[in-house]
């Protein structure tokens, strides 16, 4: 790894040399844009990754089923035509493979790997305030000074196991989805256990119940699943997405969710109950995410409405499933859709229809232990060869609270957490000045690179404000971040979902129930940036080291 790219930030200062201007942490999506458009700016800089490889999300989930729920052309890079144009995606949702050699080769196209050390995860990161740099320390030994800090780690990169008693004593195989080995696990001829049925325990289920001699499927709450509806990207729509290249930047630089989908402009009862079950139907047929974005406006606000659309999808599933007790265990009961980010799916309600998968209600037989052989449950012993763990992630917060960050006076942002993230902009956080977190707590809601690509912008055109008008640091004042936490908690109203969801941190024990996305959105985080550009920076203390601790430049 280089840390050198002629940037001149330090020159000509009094300021104490660091290594680098400016540190990534985390290598994928958010990081590798971070990385690319701060040296851009002329910085020198640094990204850290605990990974053995690129890609983030996409690095670590590589198994069996998983894929994009976005469509891919939408959730790659925009910030380069040539890009755009040189890297044809294969299907309208890349499967992992894909999206990972991708990413790569964005970082080799760009000639970014050389700024790049894998395998350094970050244990300790505290600002040293007489330098005003971050020292950063990583498990592998890297130890860096650097003026600036931005972890771009993730909100779904720290896997969560439940503590289920006797989880050591397993002797077979097991894996958690967000940590799946590089090495194809070979599922042939096995007894699979799934636990989980979020996101990625419906990817992976059908994935490879044709491989094993038994799947046992464990499930604790059923989601609303439908279909994603993925295709081959066809020659002409190839050519249409590069001749559409602008109109369609417009839309995914402009829409609140950052999809293309269109809204719909009717409610649920503007139409009659047939006319009504022929536009379901057309949303049941719809490509991922448009079923949230494209359905009836009124679908995630009026009860009646989404019961209308609920019992759509359940009839979808008893005409799907064949056994009748399987099938209404599979239909949620206990939360309305949209609730809880909906999982999509191929095939995973068929799955359940070949004879060697079958599915355990944890609600009717919860998990009593794991045994060395097999899992136990209320309801009795069964015997596997292989555990899946796809109990997701400690959300939002997991990865940053996990890196040792120390702020100003030592201050570590687990006790300044400890009631869940304060944050402004959802990208930083008071007393941990020149440290930025984007695409962290208080971030996306919807295609997640479009949001965090907003945040990341707005970070780059922060760092290059700081160093042209010749400031050491740059701290979010604590009333500006009260006010941003403060929108964020009073428009969860406005947002469908509920504390069922992990975007609540709900899965996780112990945790402060707080809602961890942006409940404003984009127009709220586009607008409050306007809004810090309009003032010169007035919701920020910017202060010099000859200030002598002044923390106000004005
Ligand atoms: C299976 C799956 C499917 C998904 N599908 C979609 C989708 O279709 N659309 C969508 O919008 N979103 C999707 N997401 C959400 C996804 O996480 C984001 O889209 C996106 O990948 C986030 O990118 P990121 O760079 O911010 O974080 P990540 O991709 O999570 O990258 C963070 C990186 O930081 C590293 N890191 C963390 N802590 C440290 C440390 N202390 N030291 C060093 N490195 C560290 C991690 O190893 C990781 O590589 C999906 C998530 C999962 C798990």
Redesign the pocket.
């Given at each position: 790894m280089t840390t050198s790219h002629g940037g001149a930030a330090d020159q000509g200062s009094h300021r104490p040399a660091a290594d680098v201007d400016v540190l990534v942490?985390?290598?994928?999506?958010?990081?590798?844009y971070q990385l690319h458009r701060a040296r851009e700016a002329g910085f020198t800089v640094a990204l850290?990754?605990?990974?053995a490889g690129?890609?983030?999300?996409?690095?670590?989930?590589r198994?069996p089923g998983?894929?994009?729920?976005?469509e891919s052309y939408t959730?790659g890079y925009l910030f380069s035509r040539e890009l755009f144009d040189e890297w044809e995606w294969r299907e309208h949702?890349a499967a992992?493979p894909e999206t990972e050699r991708y990413l790569n080769h964005v970082v080799d196209r760009f000639d970014l790997r050389r700024h790049i050390r894998l395998g350094?995860?970050?244990?300790s990161a505290a600002f040293d305030e007489p330098a005003a740099m971050w020292t950063v320390v990583?498990a592998d030994g890297t130890e860096l000074r650097a003026r600036h800090v931005v972890?771009?780690?993730?909100?779904?990169?720290?896997p969560y196991v439940p503590d289920v008693p006797g989880r050591g004593d397993f002797r077979g195989e097991s894996y958690h989805?967000?940590r799946w080995p590089a090495t194809p696990v070979d599922f042939a001829g096995k007894r699979v256990a799934v636990i989980g049925t979020g996101?990625?325990g419906v990817?992976i289920v059908p994935a490879i119940a044709d491989d094993v001699a038994s799947l046992t499927v464990y499930q604790r709450t059923p989601n609303w699943c439908t279909p994603l509806n993925n295709a081959p990207i066809s020659p002409a729509e190839q050519a249409q997405l590069r001749a559409g290249f602008d109109a369609m930047c417009e839309v995914l630089n402009t829409s609140v969710h950052?999809f293309l989908h269109p809204a719909h402009d009717r409610t649920a009862f503007d139409d009659p109950a047939d006319e009504r079950r022929a536009f379901f139907e057309k949303m049941w047929q719809s490509p991922?995410f448009s079923k949230l974005t494209s359905n009836y406006t009124d679908l995630l606000f009026d009860h009646d409405a989404n019961a209308e659309w609920c019992r759509f999808i359940a009839e979808k599933v008893r005409g799907i499933v064949e056994d009748p007790d399987t099938a209404e265990k599979l239909i949620p009961k206990d939360h309305r859709f949209g609730e809880k980010r909906p999982p999509f799916v191929a095939g995973y309600y068929e799955a359940f229809n070949r004879p060697r998968v079958s599915l355990v209600d944890l609600q009717e037989s919860p998990i009593v232990r794991i045994t060395e052989r097999g899992i136990e449950t209320a309801g009795g012993v069964r015997d596997v060869d292989v555990i899946v763990w796809a109990t997701g992630?400690d959300f939002g917060t997991g990865?940053?609270l996990?890196?040792g960050i120390r702020g100003r006076d030592g201050l570590a942002l687990e006790a300044h957490w400890a009631d869940g993230p304060t944050t402004f902009l959802g990208i930083q956080t008071a007393g941990f000045p020149n440290l930025f977190f984007?695409?962290?707590p208080h971030a996306?809601a919807?295609?997640?690179?479009?949001y965090?690509g907003d945040q990341v912008d707005f970070v780059t055109d922060t760092l290059v404000y700081v160093r042209d008008h010749g400031y050491d640091t740059i701290e979010v004042d604590p009333a500006a971040e009260a006010r941003w936490t403060d929108m964020v908690n009073r428009n969860v109203a406005l947002s469908s979902f509920t504390e069922r969801s992990y975007y609540y941190g709900t899965n996780i024990p112990g945790k402060p129930r707080r809602y961890l996305l942006n409940s404003g959105g984009r127009p709220k985080l586009f607008k409050e940036i306007a809004r810090v550009v309009e003032t010169d920076y007035s919701p920020f203390r910017l202060a010099r080291s000859s200030d002598g601790g002044d923390r106000r430049h004005r």
């Open positions: 942490v985390g290598a994928g999506i958010t990081g590798i850290l990754e605990a990974g690129v890609g983030g999300t996409w690095y670590w989930n198994y998983a894929r994009f729920d976005s959730y949702f992992q350094a995860r970050v244990t990583g972890a771009a780690t993730g909100v779904l990169s720290v989805t967000g996101s990625s990817q950052g991922g992630f990865a940053l996990r890196m984007p695409g962290g996306a919807g295609n997640n690179p479009r965090n």
